[in-house]
């Protein structure tokens, strides 16, 4: 076990580093959440608030828990470097069924959720030394690579088609996207090369 180094990394190079921001907020984000709700559930037990926290169902609290544990186990053992989160948070069904859980927010939470994904991308940005510190790029050039990942990472927040006027095109955009990197890193596998 060690502690991790900053700024974050991924030795699977910058082709799934994206991949590997994209798990790191989900656990980060599903910290956050198991913690408000530990404190929520905590308060109401000692008496202080009467109120009920939200109601989640146990396959979603089960899918939180897994990513904040598998995010913490992956910062922890790994020193920082965060090659093969992706595979330990967005390859399973627990990641889906946080996406599911997303999708089911009313409008008015919605702007609540982009807000907080906007803001855990900036985290997480920062934690892989943007701007200045971030591996051999200049920081217009961080600017442009972390951009396109927050706009990919909130474009599924508007993927719903009862509250979004531009669900086709944000759909189509998203799945053309995923379908070329996913030729990109099977091009990269049949090459026998490594894609972390």
């Given amino acids: 076990m060690r502690l991790p180094v900053f700024p974050l990394h991924s030795t699977a190079g910058i082709d799934v580093l994206w991949l590997d921001a994209v798990a790191l907020l989900i656990a980060w984000l599903s910290t956050v959440a198991c913690l408000l709700l530990g404190s929520w559930w905590l308060v109401r037990l000692l008496g202080i608030v009467r109120t009920a926290p939200p109601a989640l169902s146990k396959a979603v609290l089960f899918s939180l828990g897994y990513a904040a544990g598998t995010g913490a186990y992956l910062l922890l053992y790994q020193?920082?470097?965060?090659?093969n989160s992706n595979r330990y948070i967005l390859a399973t069904p627990f990641a889906g069924v946080l996406l599911w859980q997303l999708w089911q927010l009313v409008p008015r939470a919605r702007?609540?959720?982009?807000?907080?994904?906007?803001v855990g991308s900036l985290a997480v940005a920062l934690?892989?030394?943007?701007?200045?510190?971030?591996?051999n790029f200049l920081p217009y050039e961080a600017t442009w690579?972390?951009?396109?990942?927050?706009?990919?990472v909130l474009a599924f927040l508007f993927v719903v088609k009862e509250t979004s006027p531009w669900y086709r095109e944000i759909a189509t955009g998203l799945y053309i996207?995923?379908?070329?990197?996913?030729?990109?890193?099977?091009?990269?596998?049949?090459?026998?090369?490594?894609?972390?």
């Avoid at 020193?79 to 090659?83: P, R």
């Avoid at 934690?127 to 591996?135: D, N, S, T, W, Y």
């Fill in 79 to 83: 020193g920082g470097d965060l090659a």
């Fill in 111 to 118: 702007w609540r959720a982009v807000f907080v994904g906007a």
């Fill in 127 to 135: 934690a892989l030394g943007f701007p200045f510190r971030f591996e």
């Fill in 145 to 152: 690579y972390f951009g396109l990942y927050a706009a990919y």
């Fill in 177 to 196: 996207l995923n379908l070329v990197m996913l030729a990109h890193l099977l091009d990269l596998f049949l090459e026998f090369s490594w894609i972390g």
